[in-house]
């Protein structure tokens, strides 16, 4: 036993446990008796124990409250310690057995042998490891403390033979014996022991939880609901609290479970029935056990203080062994914790008769599980607990599982995982792809808006008419005429001059027309303007010219017509479009114009026949002019008159408002290009004057 | 409707004998149909497309449609000056409209002078390869020692009409870029389009090119 010669404590630890079984006299022929008897003393033990660890237990909660994540270590270490005293008490029959039994159980026990030393020689570096590894050495040590405490409480009553406060060192030794029983013996003895600790293991499970939960569940369910849901830290902690209240329900509740397992077979029901199923195949239930095992310890750990998953997940890789090492070294920090505190050294001899007393006291009902686990069946237990856990442990462990053997199976699995784990990405590119739709529906909306302003602006629509082009053709030859109107006069002799000037001058007071400016009267258009063009003698037609006219007046004349019944009508109501219209009727016109100046202007530097004198074309022009500027207002006042009509009607006086004042304001506009090209025409006129002159000539 | 946005305008005229087909030829260019009858141009006549001239580059043609008839030269040479491109077209089944485009083309460029214009020579009616008096090589030939492009359209059947005005609007353009047309003040050739970046401002400060290199 090199543990024993390395540390002392632990040897008398070891000591105490061997001598623990032999006291409650482990016979392996007595081993199911003593398991049945073990279950009831444990049963009436609980409630004593529970009763009395209340004192203690207040102060031990509040100190395990500040390191809740201690828990899982202390449950490591005791099961490290436990695993220690349990095997220097029956090392080699352990072994034995346990290599019978199957290949697990044999590493296990060798490791845990070899761990054993490697952990006391190791103790003092491991300290600090675990404490990095702990959430805290005060956690430990106070678990260590609370431990003593109980441990003492619990030795003193075991040197007393008061077996009945520490049910979980009777129950440790009863499983030390059975185990020390099943290694000399045969494996069926210790498949019945494994059948003892289990409900053992359950039945102190069951009553730390209900302790806790005060839930007065029966046996079965409060077992797998611990496992489960609660942590040993929290189990641990609300125990030792509520003692008295809860812990008696709990007491009870395991007395009655005890008397049905004595009695009618374990009380566990299917548990123990599994276990005995186990037994009939001793290969599929190690197998069972070693995956049980694995998951077991996953459980556990993540009740204890979810460790991360990359652990999760190399322990489930590396090999049971493995686990026990760690488990060990965790434990062998406890061990050195525990001498800083008073009570180590109280426990250090209660160690020697109790080792599962501090283990139930660290971790509770936890720490005894895994002691169990370990030093015996741990494997048939890992089963019962993972079969107990439910579906969802199993669920998670194979979820993870998979996951693991995807990562390291499939390298595209992570890029796929990145990409639909991106989702924040994917967000982003939403959003991109919405802020971009956004932007074109602004730029179509602006284009929209664009080619709806440019629909009611004169200037365009006077251009997409051609009024420009003509009014810039009228230009070039109005230039042109000038010019030479001026380079002719300048060739002129002063008399020719004078002969020709008067009709100049005349033709140049006839292009002064007065701004009229008075609100325009209705006409005839079609009539004057035809007249005009007659008296113009240039043969061009006023078609174009009264098409768009009469086009427009209709439009007006349905408008009003309709106005009165809005629901046969077919005119546009809407004030936006009447003013489209409006402003579109204009440049058409004014287009109209400007291109009948333009051919005028034309024909009258094509025409050199005399029959017309220029004056009565000039007349005619400014006729003209006058009667498209009064058509111009005419209908500018009517648009503007449908406008107000549609806003009253529809209280849109504020949009027509200024529709009203655009139509007027380019019906100025046109009424100003009319003028403009008529003006030009001046210098034609001029120009086919001189020309034209008998003088020139 | 014109659409808003073009990059330049650019003035073209049609010239040529009455009867050839100018004012046809504008029409399905614009309208993209085909009239039977056609009255007669009555000084000019006007038109206007936007066509592009590179990717994402528009440009407006103002197309100045000249009435053909000889009593209206004198108000039709007036058109020439402002004008960046002429289309001078000829009937090919009427061999007197080809013999007149060389006093066409020289009259357009005497009045242009001293503004840079890009001339197009156009045998329209082709379709009627039947009545065909004029051979294809004939106007190829004239085009080419005068340094013109050539191109034979018809507005019966749509043949080359959009690629002649394509083929002119991007020589003009392509001369711009290059800075041998100029948009000057006073000149209503090449005019900015409403669109009109601001760098073009630069193109106007360029130094001015000494006379024509032709």
């Known amino acids: 036993m090199s543990d024993s010669d390395d540390d002392a404590a632990f040897a008398s630890a070891d000591e105490g446990e061997i001598n623990d079984p032999s006291a409650v006299g482990g016979m392996a022929t007595q081993k199911i008796k003593e398991k049945k008897e073990n279950v009831e003393q444990m049963t009436k033990q609980e409630p004593q124990k529970q009763a009395s660890g209340r004192n203690e237990g207040k102060g031990k909660n509040k100190k395990k409250k500040k390191g809740k994540n201690g828990g899982k270590e202390t449950g490591g270490k005791t099961l490290t310690d436990e695993k220690l005293s349990a095997k220097n008490l029956t090392e080699e029959k352990v072994v034995k057995a346990e290599e019978r039994k199957t290949e697990k159980p044999d590493k296990i026990q060798s490791e845990t042998d070899a761990q054993k030393t490697q952990a006391i020689t190791k103790i003092s570096t491991l300290v600090d490891d675990k404490k990095s590894q702990d959430n805290s050495d005060k956690q430990s040590d106070i678990n260590s403390d609370k431990q003593s405490q109980i441990s003492l409480d619990k030795q003193s009553q075991d040197n007393s033979d008061k077996q009945k406060q520490d049910n979980s060192d009777k129950q440790s030794q009863i499983n030390s014996d059975k185990l020390s029983q099943i290694s000399s013996n045969k494996q069926s003895i210790s498949q019945d022991i494994h059948k003892t600790v289990v409900s053992e293991v359950n039945s102190s499970k069951t009553d730390q939880e209900d302790s806790v939960t005060k839930i007065p569940v029966k046996p079965d369910n409060v077992s797998n609901n611990n496992i489960v849901t609660e942590s040993p830290e929290s189990v641990t902690i609300p125990r030792e609290r509520d003692h008295t209240p809860e812990q008696e329900e709990v007491l009870e509740n395991l007395t009655s479970a005890a008397e049905e397992q004595s009695s009618g077979g374990w009380g566990w029901g299917w548990g123990s029935s599994l276990l005995k199923t186990a037994t009939s195949s001793v290969s599929t239930f190690t197998h069972q056990v070693g995956d049980g095992f694995t998951t077991l310890m996953d459980t556990v750990e993540t009740s204890l203080g979810a460790p991360p998953p990359e652990e999760m997940v190399k322990d489930e890789t590396i090999s049971d062994t493995e686990k026990d090492e760690k488990k060990e070294t965790r434990a062998t920090n406890k061990p050195e914790s525990q001498p800083k505190t008073e009570a180590q050294t109280k426990t250090l001899d209660e160690k020697t008769n109790t080792q599962t007393a501090e283990g139930a006291d660290r971790g509770g009902w936890f720490s005894n599980i895994s002691s169990l686990v370990q030093n015996t069946v741990s494997e048939s237990i890992g089963v019962l607990e993972t079969i107990g856990t439910g579906s969802l442990d199993v669920m998670e462990k194979i979820g993870k599982k998979t996951y693991s053997v995807i990562t390291e199976h499939d390298p595209g699995f992570r890029k796929a995982r990145q990409f639909l784990g991106n989702k924040g990405d994917k967000q982003n590119l939403s959003a991109l792809l919405r802020d971009a739709k956004d932007e074109t529906d602004q730029k179509i909306e602006m284009e929209k808006e664009s080619e709806e302003a440019r629909k009611c602006h004169f200037g365009c629509l006077f251009d997409d008419y051609q009024g420009l082009a003509h009014l810039e053709a009228l230009e070039i030859l109005s230039n042109q005429s000038e010019k030479r109107v001026q380079t002719l006069l300048h060739a002129m002799s002063e008399e020719t001059i004078s002969e020709i000037k008067p009709e100049l001058l005349q033709i140049k007071d006839i292009f002064e027309i007065d701004e009229n400016d008075d609100e325009a009267t209705e006409h005839d258009f079609v009539k004057l303007v035809t007249d005009q063009l007659t008296e113009l003698h240039l043969g061009t037609t006023p078609d174009k010219l009264n098409k768009v006219q009469e086009k427009t007046r209709k439009w007006l004349i349905d408008f009003h017509s309709e106005s009165g019944d809005d629901k046969t009508t077919t005119i546009t109501r809407d004030p936006k479009e009447i003013h489209r219209l409006a402003i579109q009727s204009l440049a058409e016109l004014t287009s109209k114009s400007v291109e009948q100046f333009h051919k005028a202007g034309e024909l009258i530097l094509l025409q050199k026949d005399g029959e017309k004198s220029y004056l009565d074309r000039s007349k005619a022009l400014a006729g003209l002019t006058e009667v498209l500027c009064t058509e111009v207002g005419i209908l500018s006042t009517k648009f503007s008159h449908c406008l107000n009509t549609v806003g009253e009607s529809k209280e849109l006086s504020e949009v027509v408002n200024p529709l009203v004042t655009n139509i007027y304001l380019e019906a100025t506009n046109s009424s100003t290009y009319i003028q403009d090209a008529f003006q030009l025409l001046l210098p034609v006129l001029q120009n086919a004057v001189i020309q034209n002159s008998d003088v020139l000539q | ?214």
Not at chain 2, 7 to 33: A, M, N, P, W
Not at chain 2, 72 to 90: A, E, K
Not at chain 2, 163 to 172: H, N, Q, R, W
Not at chain 2, 173 to 195: L, P, R, S, T
């Open chain 2, 1 to 214: 409707m014109v659409e808003p946005i073009f990059e330049y305008q650019f003035r073209l005229i049609l010239i040529g004998d009455s009867t050839v087909g100018k004012s046809s030829l504008l029409k399905y260019f614009t309208d993209g149909k085909f009239e039977e009858t056609c009255d007669p141009t009555v000084g000019v006549d006007f038109y206007a497309r936007l066509i592009e001239v590179k990717p994402g580059i528009r440009v407006k043609l103002q197309l100045w449609d000249t009435a053909g008839q000889e009593r209206f030269r004198s108000i039709t040479r007036s058109y020439y000056r402002n004008s960046v491109g002429v289309m001078i077209l000829y009937d090919i089944t009427k061999k007197s409209s080809f013999d007149n485009v060389k006093e066409w083309y020289a009259e357009a460029k005497m009045h242009i002078d001293p503004h840079q214009a890009v001339y197009l020579i156009i045998g329209h009616k082709a379709d009627q390869d039947e009545a065909r008096q004029v051979p294809t090589r004939d106007g190829r030939r004239f085009a080419e020692i005068n340094g013109l492009k050539f191109v034979e359209t018809s507005a019966m059947n749509g043949q080359n009409v959009e690629e002649s005005f394509s083929l002119i609007a991007k020589d003009i353009y392509h001369n711009i870029e290059d800075g041998k047309i100029k948009i000057e003040e006073g000149w209503d050739g090449v005019k900015y389009g409403f669109a009109r970046p601001k760098e073009t401002v630069h193109l106007a400060e360029g130094e001015p090119e000494s006379g024509g290199c032709c």
